[in-house]
């Protein structure tokens, strides 16, 4: 189950950063509330996962998997250019969350 919690707050990692960007430095009401809502989610759900995780690897793969989906999800919306090299890398990204995964001793 810490694993399932561990991605959810992964994802919504990845929507208080992109709510974050959206916000325009607090100035927009609702991007704002979102981010602080997602926030303290993803942060409560870190906080729980850790319990039966390792520090190192929760905190990796939470990282990991808000990171690699802010990238997509501003591919997808068109904020960012797609590129070869950037879907290689978000690959190698998600192959070392999978591997952080496989090799943790605490599951």
Known sequence: MAWVV???SGVL???WA???GKSEGFTKLWPSLVFFGALALSM???AW???DISTGTAYAVWVGVGAALT???AMITGD???SWAKLALM????GCVVGLKLVDGSH
Request: aromatic share 4%; hydrophobic share 70%; net charge negative.
């Open 6 to 8: 561990l991605i959810v």
């Open 13 to 15: 990692e990845a929507v």
């Open 18 to 20: 992109t709510a974050l």
């Open 44 to 46: 409560c759900g870190l």
């Open 49 to 51: 996962a850790m319990r």
């Open 71 to 73: 990238v997509a999800w």
């Open 80 to 82: 960012t250019d797609v």
């Open 91 to 94: 690959a190698g990204l998600v």
